[in-house]
């Protein structure tokens, strides 16, 4: 009897996994989760018309917080800057390098997938203000657009400052990352690297000149010494670089070991990217003479 009796609830077990079956077979096919569509904006269209889809880069400028550096408090981007830097970025870093290479497969191959625009800064303990960050050779995050409006937008040293001389260091970082730049590039200042350290042994330009370095930041690390050259160079007039390099201060010893690197990272992108910087640079500076005129706000 307690055989039979097993042997029920065995088979009465069997039946329920057997109706379950059934009731799951009979549910609807169609997921309750359905994907919302976010109807895109006139700047939306643009971001993809002029980025996306000729380049495959996607500009963030609403706040996304798993893009955005979570240790700092930031806030997003206006609206109205946004479209600014966007055609600021388009006018005065992508159009000349589509011009100097030739097309838009240079960029489309190497340029950062993600561009993301915050409104503030954020801030180190040390009180150093981080311009710009890029990520594993793909994304790039921008910062300060709560600054960006008419007046400014057509400040070129405000703008080199806190956008494109960054757009082309932390470019540079990705360029480097795909063909690593010579070895003795390195040899010439050896142990005058100084990491961390470089906003308190550096507190001029000229100090930081005279002992061989465009700039304080230049003296971090070999690589920001390479994108600091770089995004100095083609982002200045010869005049502006040259008064950098005889600021009062600065040392003949340190002017001819900037001028040795310089060569190397000129020579670097000539042998490696096909690019003239100093084509490059002529291009660049061109477009910063037409910012009176150029509209910063039509989408078009």
Partial sequence: MKLNTRIFMLLASCGVLLSACNKEDKLDSKSVFVDSEI?????????????????????????????????????????????????????LVIKPYDEVTGSQQFLRNNFPKIITFTGSVPVQTNGVIILGTAEAGTKVALYNLLALNETSGKDREFLNFYFFKTVHHEFQHILNQNKPFPSNFLEISGRGYVEDEWNTKYTSTSAAVAAGFISPYASKAHTEDFAELYSFYVTRSQADWDAILNSTGSTAEGRAIVASKLVIVKNYMKSEWGIDMDVLRSNILARYSQLSTFDQTTLN
């Fill in 39 to 91: 109807p895109k904006n006139a700047l939306d269209n643009y971001l993809y018309n002029n980025y996306t889809k000729p380049y495959n880069v996607e500009i963030l400028y609403k706040y996304v917080d798993k893009e955005s550096d979570m240790s700092f408090r930031l806030v997003p981007a206006p609206y109205e800057a946004s479209i600014r830097l966007a055609k600021l970025m388009q006018f």
